[in-house]
């Protein structure tokens, strides 16, 4: 199994900044695409950003310019800077990865437990 941890978040003014992290462990044999989500109170889940395992980047339009999503393959850990935080960025994050546990297995989405980010002066 895969698991996911988050880290990083907190409570932080407008304007500011937060850095996340996600570490993956356990049976790992490859990681592919791992991403940045997040859920405020009362919507749905939704994207926030996405990297491959070669780099290549996806964002959503509202953090686009605010947001960097970036990796550690060496560390199969992912990292998604905030800058210029709005009160609307407030939401708990998830990190996935679409690993495979070994190299029998086939690819399967993996999630985190979430990091709560609050953006309130």
């Known amino acids: 199994q895969v698991q996911l941890v988050e880290s990083g978040g907190g409570l932080v003014q407008p304007g500011g900044s937060l850095r996340l992290s996600c570490a993956a462990s356990?049976?790992?044999?490859?990681?592919?695409?791992m991403g940045w989500y997040r859920q405020a109170p009362g919507k749905e889940r939704e994207l926030v950003a996405t990297?491959?395992?070669?780099?290549?980047?996806n964002y959503a339009d509202s953090v686009k310019g605010r947001f960097t999503i970036s990796r550690d393959n060496a560390k199969n850990t992912v990292y998604l800077q905030m800058n210029t935080l709005k009160p609307e960025d407030t939401a708990v994050y998830y990190c996935?990865?679409?690993?495979?546990?070994?190299?029998?297995?086939?690819?399967?989405?993996?999630w985190g437990k979430g990091t709560l980010v609050t953006v309130s002066s």
């Open positions: 990297i491959t395992n070669a780099g290549s980047t």
């Open positions: 356990g049976s790992i044999f490859s990681i592919n695409a």
């Open positions: 996935d990865a679409d690993a495979r546990p070994t190299i029998f297995r086939g690819i399967m989405t993996y």
